[in-house]
């Protein structure tokens, strides 16, 4: 018997960490690798597992991450297939209140779960800022060999990566018997840590590795899941509905050891794309089993003229102009680079359009074009969408200042890395000059 499954993907909070990057759009529209999205990443994965009814739970600025969602996933009307975005709202049960955690969106989106035509078995629930390559299949056979009332996905990790991560302590069988929510002390580590040789016993090499890890993904027996959720208030899965679950009810762990990133920070989003770039890139978007969903896009090939590109992610419909180098980088769709440029260890996410050969209403051209001018440098930069540099722009973090604003707004330094904001304009010959 096949068994019938949702996906929902949790958008997260304000996502401030990754502000600015989320100063204008929901964690899960932040573009990535030069053309895709975050959201793609679970969707992908929940298509290529043979899940096609997906909800999105968001309630933060979720404009550009539905006009994505709507013009990139449309299945046939014989599948019953479909991908929803679902924004908090005002609802005569829930009130005003937005939510208040990732258990408290899941709960108040229950009716409609209710209304789906053949009710699912099982409910998986995602993160939409992560990126990972996962068979969810491989997951449901491990909670129905288990006969598991909620089954988490677990990865091996360090006893240090684990003091930012929720760790869990597991029996002989794969039973979840401890949670403790980002341990800070050793002796709190190893209340949950685990013998390696049990890891290495489960067909995945520990090297070094004693703590296993919540990945954020869990996989619910519908009755579970409603049970859980309309018994108590709990508002976050991690910090509340666990540490309840595993005295009362089987929660079983599902061993993953492939590549994972939870992209939550300026900084783990500009390492793990620019790692995307290198020569032993961990993650590949071009598996032929299961590949990465984005919006087709009808875009001419890029164009390089005499430049210079080494161990860089270039999209398509891009102009490189001559003389210019770019290395160890991701260069977005649309992007215009003039000559003479030089962009290493940087993110230039390219332009929604390009820009128009037609004066202006006072009948002057843009007084800056879109895209990077003439010998500008720009070193370890995230630079948003539709920007416009003018020739000579220098963008380097000499000094190394961890937090920066500069005067005119449009540059700012998080987690040491400076980010130009979307539809920005820097003059010709603008230097960054942090000052900490």
């Not at 019953?80 to 939510?99: I, K, N």
């Not at 390696?196 to 619910?220: E, H, K, N, T």
């Not at 961990?282 to 080494?310: H, K, M, N, W």
Request: aromatic share 8%; charged share 25%; proline share 5%.
């Amino acid at each position: 018997m096949r068994h019938q499954t949702i996906a929902l993907v949790l958008g997260g909070g304000r996502g401030t960490r990754l502000h600015p990057l989320t100063g204008i759009r929901s964690k899960p529209a932040v573009p990535l690798a030069g053309k895709y999205r975050l959201i793609d990443i679970p969707i992908s994965n929940c298509i290529n597992s043979d899940i096609t009814r997906i909800f999105v739970l968001t309630q933060f600025m979720s404009a550009s991450l539905h006009q994505h969602l709507r013009r990139t996933y449309t299945f046939d009307q014989f599948t019953g297939g479909f991908v929803e975005l679902m924004a908090a709202q005002e609802t005569p049960d829930s009130g005003r209140d937005w939510y208040e955690g990732t258990a408290d969106a899941v709960r108040k989106n229950l009716r409609y779960i209710e209304s789906i035509p053949e009710q699912p078995d099982y409910v998986l629930i995602l993160s939409g800022d992560q990126l990972y390559r996962m068979d969810f299949r491989t997951m449901i056979e491990t909670h129905e060999r288990s006969k598991a009332d909620v089954t988490i996905a677990a990865i091996p990790v360090t006893r240090e990566a684990a003091r930012s991560l929720g760790v869990m302590r597991i029996d002989g069988e794969g039973r979840v018997v401890g949670f403790l929510e980002k341990p800070q002390t050793d002796a709190e580590i190893d209340l949950v840590r685990m013998d390696p040789a049990w890891i290495d016993a489960q067909g995945v090499p520990s090297q070094g590795r004693d703590c296993l890890a919540s990945m954020g993904i869990y996989l619910f027996n519908r009755e579970t899941m409603f049970d859980v959720l309309r018994k108590t208030t709990y508002a976050d899965f991690g910090k509340e509905v666990f540490p309840a679950a595993i005295r009362s009810r089987r929660v079983q762990v599902h061993l993953f050891d492939g590549y994972w990133e939870d992209i939550g920070t300026i900084r783990s989003f500009y390492e793990a794309n620019l790692s995307l770039a290198g020569e032993a890139a961990p993650f590949s978007f071009s598996s032929p089993e299961a590949p990465v969903y984005s919006r087709a896009r009808f875009l001419p090939p890029t164009r390089v003229q005499g430049a210079t590109v080494s161990n860089t992610l270039l999209a398509d419909g891009c102009r490189i102009g001559k003389g210019t180098v770019i290395e160890n980088s991701v260069i977005g769709l649309r992007c215009i680079v003039g000559e003479n440029v030089t962009i290493r260890n940087s993110i230039v996410m390219g332009a929604d359009f390009w820009d128009s050969t037609m004066p202006l209403t006072n009948g002057a051209l843009p007084k800056v074009p879109l895209g990077i001018g003439d010998n500008c440098v720009i070193d370890g930069v995230i630079v948003d969408k539709n920007c416009r540099m003018g020739a000579g722009c220098r963008l380097i973090n000499d000094g190394g200042v961890v937090e920066y604003d500069s005067e005119c707004g449009s540059v700012l330094v998080r987690d040491g890395i400076p980010v130009v904001i979307k539809d920005s304009t820097l003059p010709e010959g603008w230097v960054l000059k942090c000052v900490s």
